[in-house]
Every structure is written in structure tokens, then in C-alpha cells.
């Protein structure tokens, strides 16, 4: 039971005595009389963050639209409605919305997007590899009609928007700018014709894998499991970025393999993303980025979004790839991932994308209304206001506006005409003849 809650002048914080412990009160919201608040207050004991903090981290954020790289609730629209829009709210807490998997509540809706003070979304355009060869394509596209619909439903929130400067423009007028990124490439079905629609109905960035190689990239998942197809990008792969380039597509080489980040380095003419992945050195699971790639990824003019999936943030070489537990992480353990990869590339290389809704356990920072808790802990450990600035809008805004410069400089390239080969196709059991042969 609380027993009472006072100011403390001294610590300049709030004090809350809940049986029988002090705990700081470091969340405003949560600041209610149950037994539940005792225990989630207590889960900030690691950080080192004051509601003088908070007060200047929500501030911080109410001054710039803070991005989000990464968030896969259409997946979850997809899994529990058929992908239709009846029988859900996003203006209503979602919390208990997704039913397939009652552990794994719905972490995101406009009420807590509006708490966690957010600004722009990429929502994840995704399926998962058994659509491969399949029906991939139809599954992409269906996901973009489904973030275009509910952008228009609750259009007193949400602007779509494709461009750098369109978020700042939503920003500008109240709203939230909701774009759209492809998560994984074997939903172009190795067409550089399909990867151009994409982009025509609004894609603005491709993570070139999921976890299953396509026949022209390596995917992190197929090459610590069985055996690395590409050694990185194929010769179609290199022409997959350079027409992301010409586009002005962002290229995300999240879940892509350690070769396939070097070859797109190596190739993209434009600043490269991973828009959800977080630091190898200290959590050494193959999603995360490693530091030499971290050096790379600076002189590229990158940005890396970090993800707060426990599973990435709390391993160590002993456990990392163990899934047998319900692992957890803390906020200063996501801090401390992001100190990190900011020590190896400065200020103008990382960002957030959260994975929110691609998670199916979370940690402290357990759904969209708690960013402004990572940036008051941020705060604590000295991180300027203008670094955070940079994290949660300025190096974003820097890269995609880069992406659209390349793209700007290329006006007169002519598009790829280039055909896959069809001997790096595996499996062409659900494909008709090509028009070619
Ligand atoms: C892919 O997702 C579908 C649901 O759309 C699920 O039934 C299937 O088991 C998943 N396949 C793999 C390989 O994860
Ligand atoms: C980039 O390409 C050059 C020339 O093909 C090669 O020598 C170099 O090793 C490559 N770098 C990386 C990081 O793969
Ligand atoms: C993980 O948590 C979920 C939901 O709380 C539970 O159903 C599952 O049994 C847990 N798994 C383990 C290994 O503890
Ligand atoms: C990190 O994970 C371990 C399990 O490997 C767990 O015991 C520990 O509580 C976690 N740490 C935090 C801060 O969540
Ligand atoms: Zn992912």
C-alpha cells in the first residue's frame, strides 16, 4: 500500500513510500494509488534520472517530431483482424487488443503515442519468409494499403508523409507524420519493377532482409545458421541498392549479414540505415552492429536505430542466442548501448527504433509512451540538449533528406531494366513462365 507521497527539495523528486520502501517517483503518469505503480517505479532503480530531468527531456521532445524507425504494429493488424480496420481503436488504450498472443499486448496506440511524445512512425511493412516465392508481394502490398488506411482514419492525428521534410512540415502543423519502410526484400520478389511501385505508393526505405536470405542478399538469421548463400550482396544485389539510390529509397541493412552491411557500404551511393539494431560489443547477438561496422556506418553518414528488445540489449557471450527465458532489460541498459555507440560515432549517428509491436517480451521501456523516460536518463548522464535533439529527429532528418539529394543528382539515370537470374532463384514452383525465355 502507499502510504503517502510528498515533494522532497532535497532530492528534487518526488518520494513515494510503498510498503514500507522509498522509491522515487520518476513517472508522472504511472503516479497513482495502486500496488502495481510500487512495482513499476521500482523498475527504474537502476536509472539515475530526476523529474527535474523528465520535466527538461519532455520538453526537449515537444521542440522537434521525434522518429521512430522501426514499429510492426500492422503485423499485428495483419495476425488478429485479417489485416481489416473493423474491430479496433487506435485511439483507445490497445493494450489487451491483440488476442492471438495474450502475453504480448498491443504497445502502441494514439493515446500512448501522445504520452510518449512522438512525433513520426516508419511502420514496418512485413511478412514473414514463409510469403518467399510465394505470395510476398500481395502480402507487402496489402500491409501498405492497411498503414494508408488507418493514416486516413484518424487523420485529425496522423499525416502520411514521404519525404524529409514532410515530417517536419506535419510537425509544423500539429500532426504526427507516419511513413512507411519494407521490412524484409523477398517482398519485391526480385523485381526492380516491383521495388519502383514501392516506392511509387510511398516506401521510403527497404531492409534488404528479413531473416531468410533472398536470392540476391545474405540475411544474418541464414548465415549463423546454415550457410552464407551470397557472401553478402550478388551481383543483382549491388543493383538493388543503386536503384534504392536512384530512388531515393533508403537502404536498412537491419537483420542483414555482417557481409551483406560491408557490400551495401561499399555500394550505396547514399548515407545507409539500420533502422532497428543495437550495439555487438555489448550484447554479441548477430542482430546488432558491431564497432568496425559502427566506423563504417560514420563515414558512410549513416544513422543506426536502436532497438529495445531485451533479447538485443541484455545478452552476454554466454546466453545470447538462449530463448528458454523471459529475458528483461532495464532503461539504463538501453542508455548504455546508446553511450556506446555514441562514443564510437559521435553525435549524428544514432537514433531510435524501438521495435515496439516486433517484440514479444519487453523490458522497462515497455511500449511507446516511455521514450521520454530514455531521454530524461540520457540527461542524467550528460548528454546535451543538442545531441538529443539529433537522436530523436536532427540525424534522421539529415539522412533521408541525403537519400533524396542522391536520388536528386540521378534525375537523368535511366531505371534498372536488370532480370534476376533465375538460377539464383531456389524455388520457382509458384512462378509462371517468364516473359524472357
Ligand atoms: C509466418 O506467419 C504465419 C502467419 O501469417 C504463420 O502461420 C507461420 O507459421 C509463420 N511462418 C514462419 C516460418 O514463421
Ligand atoms: C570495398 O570494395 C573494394 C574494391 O572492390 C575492396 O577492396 C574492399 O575490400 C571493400 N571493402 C569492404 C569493407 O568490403
Ligand atoms: C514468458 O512469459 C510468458 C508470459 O508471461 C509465459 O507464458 C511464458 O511461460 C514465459 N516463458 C518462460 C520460459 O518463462
Ligand atoms: C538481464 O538478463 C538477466 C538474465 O540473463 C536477468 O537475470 C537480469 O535481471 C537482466 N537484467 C536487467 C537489468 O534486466
Ligand atoms: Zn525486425
Not at 508481394?137 to 500491409?143: D, N, S
Not at 515530417?167 to 526484400?185: C, H, Q, R, T, V
Not at 541464414?222 to 551481383?235: A, D, E, R
Not at 523490458?363 to 521514450?371: A, I, M, P, R
Request: proline share 4%; net charge negative; hydrophobic share 40%.
Amino acid at each position: 500500500m502507499i502510504v503517502w507521497v510528498y515533494f522532497s527539495a532535497a532530492v528534487g523528486c518526488l518520494i513515494q513510500l510503498c510498503e514500507g520502501k522509498a522509491y522515487l517517483v520518476r513517472n508522472l503518469y504511472e503516479c497513482s494509488t495502486t500496488k502495481d505503480v510500487c512495482r513499476k517505479t521500482a523498475l527504474f532503480e537502476a536509472a539515475s534520472f530526476t523529474q527535474y530531468h523528465l520535466h527538461l527531456a519532455q520538453q526537449i521532445m515537444d521542440s522537434v517530431p521525434m522518429v521512430d524507425g522501426h514499429n510492426d504494429f500492422p503485423w499485428h493488424v495483419m495476425l488478429d483482424f485479417g489485416g481489416r480496420m473493423e474491430g479496433w481503436d487506435m485511439r483507445k488504450n490497445m493494450w489487451d487488443y491483440f488476442q492471438h498472443r495474450p502475453d504480448h499486448p498491443s504497445q502502441t496506440d494514439i493515446p500512448r503515442i501522445r504520452q510518449g511524445l512522438l512525433g513520426a512512425q516508419l511502420w514496418s511493412v512485413f511478412t514473414n519468409c514463409s510469403a518467399q516465392y510465394r505470395d510476398g508481394v500481395t502480402k507487402g502490398l496489402r500491409a501498405v494499403d492497411l498503414i494508408k488506411r488507418f493514416t486516413h482514419k484518424y487523420s485529425d492525428f496522423f499525416r502520411f508523409v514521404t519525404s524529409a521534410d514532410g515530417i517536419l512540415e506535419a510537425f509544423n502543423a500539429g500532426k504526427f507524420a507516419s511513413l512507411i519502410g519494407l521490412e524484409g526484400g523477398h517482398m519485391i520478389d526480385s523485381s526492380l519493377g516491383v521495388l519502383r511501385i514501392y516506392y511509387e505508393v510511398g516506401v521510403r526505405y527497404m531492409t534488404l532482409t528479413w531473416n531468410c536470405a533472398t536470392p540476391w542478399a545474405d540475411s544474418v538469421t541464414n548465415t549463423v545458421i546454415n550457410t552464407p548463400v551470397h557472401h553478402g550482396l550478388s551481383q543483382f544485389g549491388k543493383r538493388v541498392v543503386l536503384e534504392m539510390n536512384r530512388l531515393g529509397m533508403l537502404v536498412d541493412v537491419s537483420h542483414a549479414a555482417l557481409d551483406t552491411m560491408y557490400d551495401v557500404l561499399n555500394v550505396s551511393a547514399a548515407p545507409i540505415i539500420f533502422s532497428h539494431s543495437s550495439a555487438f560489443a555489448l550484447c554479441p547477438h548477430r542482430r546488432n552492429v558491431p564497432d568496425d561496422v559502427l566506423r563504417l556506418l560514420r563515414n558512410n553518414g549513416g544513422i543506426i536505430m536502436i532497438n529495445f528488445y531485451p533479447d538485443f540489449i541484455n545478452c552476454t557471450q554466454d546466453d545470447v542466442y538462449d530463448t528458454t527465458f523471459n529475458r528483461t532489460a532495464s532503461i539504463s541498459q538501453i542508455a548504455d548501448h546508446l553511450d556506446h555507440i555514441k562514443s564510437i560515432t559521435g553525435p549524428d549517428h544514432v537514433g531510435i527504433g524501438a521495435d515496439f509491436d516486433g517484440m514479444d517480451h519487453v523490458g522497462e521501456l515497455k511500449d511507446v509512451s516511455t521514450y521520454p523516460y530514455l531521454f530524461a536518463e540520457l540527461l542524467s548522464r550528460g548528454w546535451p540538449r543538442a545531441d538529443l535533439e539529433k537522436l530523436a529527429f536532427h540525424n534522421f532528418y539529415r539522412v533521408l533528406k541525403a537519400a533524396e539529394q542522391v536520388r536528386d543528382s540521378k534525375l537523368k539515370d535511366e531505371p534498372d531494366d536488370t532480370l534476376v537470374d533465375e538460377a539464383d532463384v531456389p524455388d520457382r514452383s509458384c512462378l509462371s513462365e517468364r516473359w524472357d525465355t
